[in-house]
């Protein structure tokens, strides 16, 4: 099964509701008031950093011949990490250990994976969303995993960009077990090309905490997740662009990487009007030594 993505953060207003109260009806009232504080986002608002000139956590190399200009970090670029898995999709096919995601995506109505959204080429992973007529002339998405690589903590670094806006693009941690929640969404787009989220979705009902950054999504970007017992920092060009310091929020369990387009025209959002395409320079992956 795919990962589920939430679509947008959503916020409930108790006062829409008119109803004549019974002692039933206070009840229902009770029980969905106590839902939709459990389903909504603790969230910031939109930020924009500045530039620094030493940036704390790895951004990668300058480097001329490389198509976002910078090559995967080295060994020693995060205090206190070792480099555990390093790939710039210099092949001509999907690296061992990834996978493709193929289907409709779970609780996406109308959308579609499909293998050939997805190429490796010119030292970059493209995943593709176009109107396939081997699909009725659906937009169709790309997705792929590194489903044979788990972690449980680490740092995950992915050097990346997009072509414009209409599906959401999605960087994210998911759990091996397939067991939902927990899930860790650190770039996020919502279908925008200026502006990026985070989510951390946990506890057995589904509680998120979101933030949101604006940026332009179009350009590249090194985007960064750096995960710990107690912690979460959300990373974009060596910057904490947002943390969680709860350690009830953070994940304990085997994690794998997924990068993901998803598109949900059937009902009216995240649709694209032309192709579009998320590229991938490389990704590297750290663990404490």
Request: include cysteine.
């Amino acid at each position: 099964m795919a990962p589920y993505e939430p679509l947008t953060v959503r916020s409930y207003r108790s006062d829409s509701w008119v109803v004549t109260l019974t002692v039933a009806t206070i009840v229902i009232a009770i029980s969905l008031i106590v839902l939709f504080a459990l389903s909504t986002p603790l969230s910031t608002g939109p930020q924009v950093l500045p530039v620094v000139a030493h940036p704390y956590y790895p951004v990668g190399v300058p480097d001329a011949h490389s198509p976002s200009f910078k090559s995967p970090p080295g060994s020693n670029a995060l205090k206190g990490y070792v480099l555990r898995y390093v790939n710039d999709f210099n092949g001509g096919s999907l690296p061992h250990n990834w996978d493709v995601f193929t289907g409709v995506p779970g609780g996406d109505p109308g959308g579609q994976f499909a293998s050939t959204h997805v190429t490796v080429s010119g030292g970059l992973l493209r995943l593709n969303t176009w109107r396939d007529p081997k699909f009725h002339n659906r937009w169709v998405t790309g997705g792929v995993c590194q489903c044979g690589l788990a972690y449980t903590y680490g740092a995950f670094f992915v050097r990346s960009r997009i072509t414009g806006s209409g599906p959401n693009e999605v960087q994210l941690l998911w759990p091996q077990s397939n067991n939902w929640p927990p899930e860790i969404d650190f770039n996020e787009t919502g279908a925008s090309s200026s502006s990026t989220s985070s989510t951390v979705h946990f506890g057995a009902v589904n509680h998120i905490d979101q933030r949101s950054l604006s940026i332009d999504m179009t350009k590249w970007h090194t985007w960064g997740i750096v995960w710990t017992p107690t912690s979460m920092k959300f990373i974009v060009n060596g910057q904490v662009w947002g943390a969680i310091n709860i350690p009830a929020e953070s994940p304990n369990v085997p994690m794998t990487l997924d990068l993901e387009q998803r598109a949900m025209c059937q009902i009216g959002i995240q649709c694209p009007s032309k192709p579009v395409s998320m590229l991938v320079d490389w990704v590297a992956e750290y663990t404490r030594k």
